[in-house]
């Protein structure tokens, strides 16, 4: 499966974004599907998680009740809404996809290129 990001760009402190990632040649919703972000001189870290139907969804604890992870499996496509954008959370954000469910780990089988999010102060 390809994974194409897109959505980022240049936002104020508390302002909000949402990041999309489409997905094409695969069975959308045969995947689950994870949010990432790398800031500069950082590790990659996990940001959010969905399951396949978009029943389940986790977060990593700094963006608890200001991120919400979605997904439209009749759009092929996942959703990042950030609200409350802090300006250290500027970094390039991308997006994952596996047939198993992924939580807090970067053993994702597919990675989308990634999109930048900066947050001015």
């Known amino acids: 499966v390809q994974l194409q990001a897109s959505g980022g760009g240049l936002v104020q402190a508390g302002g909000s974004l949402r990041l999309s990632c489409a997905a094409s040649?695969?069975?959308?919703?045969?995947?689950?599907m994870g949010w990432f972000r790398q800031a500069p001189g950082k590790e990659r870290a996990f940001v959010a998680a969905i399951s396949r139907s978009g029943g389940g969804t986790w977060y990593t604890d700094s963006v608890k009740g200001r991120f919400t992870i979605s997904r439209d499996n009749a759009k092929s496509t996942v959703y990042l809404q950030m609200n409350n954008l802090k300006p250290e959370e500027s970094a390039v954000y991308y997006c994952?996809?596996?047939?198993?469910?992924?939580?807090?780990?970067?053993?994702?089988?597919?990675w989308g290129q990634g999109t930048q999010v900066t947050v001015s102060s």
């Open positions: 994952a996809a596996d047939t198993n469910l992924r939580i807090n780990t970067q053993n994702y089988a597919y």
């Open positions: 040649g695969g069975t959308f919703s045969s995947y689950s």
